[in-house]
């Protein structure tokens, strides 16, 4: 009688377990859906580039930019090399100081309507930086390729993918439009 009541527990116990698993696979296919829905739209990717920038997240932009053809062959194939080179290139600058304050005060990053005109998107962006007590305002344009369905960063535009970076990477923060200094202190 025992070991009904326990091989009916048992049964019950995988009957759970296969229906928890029936619905875990629901939602891993229901999670790519909505980011293979939002990899299609240059806007929401060009937010996520935004944000990848900001965080100085190598492996994120090896993943959401395109590259030249002739760059594309040169990469590395894994995305943890990629990140070394990139970050050991911000070094060789002698520029790196600067580059991790001007991201770390980075905030307040948003995007606007993609205007796309074919395979091509530009996507308005604005940040807000503070460096030394002011905060700057800053506005610029996100430009986007679809590759396969899916919207990039574009970097295709030179065989030189430091200066592609470089000039997309202007281009995506832009200029400032507005400063905003802390009230000076009066003399007593």
Request: proline share 4%.
């Amino acid at each position: 009688m025992q070991s009904l009541a326990y091989s009916r527990q048992k049964e019950m116990d995988l009957k759970r377990f296969c229906s928890l698993a029936a619905a875990l696979a629901t939602m891993t296919v229901c999670t790519a859906a909505v980011h293979a829905q939002r990899a299609s739209d240059p806007r929401d990717q060009a937010l996520v580039a935004y944000k990848i920038i900001q965080k100085q997240d190598w492996k994120g932009l090896y993943r959401i930019a395109a590259f030249s053809e002739k760059v594309a062959k040169s990469l590395p194939a894994d995305p943890a090399v990629f990140a070394a080179q990139v970050e050991t290139g911000i070094k060789g600058t002698g520029n790196k100081e600067t580059v991790d304050k001007v991201f770390a005060g980075m905030s307040n990053l948003a995007v606007g309507k993609a205007e796309v005109k074919g395979k091509k998107a530009e996507v308005p962006s604005s940040c807000k930086i503070k460096m030394n007590d002011k905060t700057m305002e800053f506005k610029g344009v996100i430009h986007m390729i679809n590759q396969d369905g899916t919207w990039k960063w574009d970097l295709s535009f030179s065989e030189d993918a430091q200066k592609a970076t470089s000039e997309a990477l202007q281009a995506m923060i832009g200029k400032p439009v507005k400063t905003t200094s802390p009230p000076k202190k009066s003399a007593p």
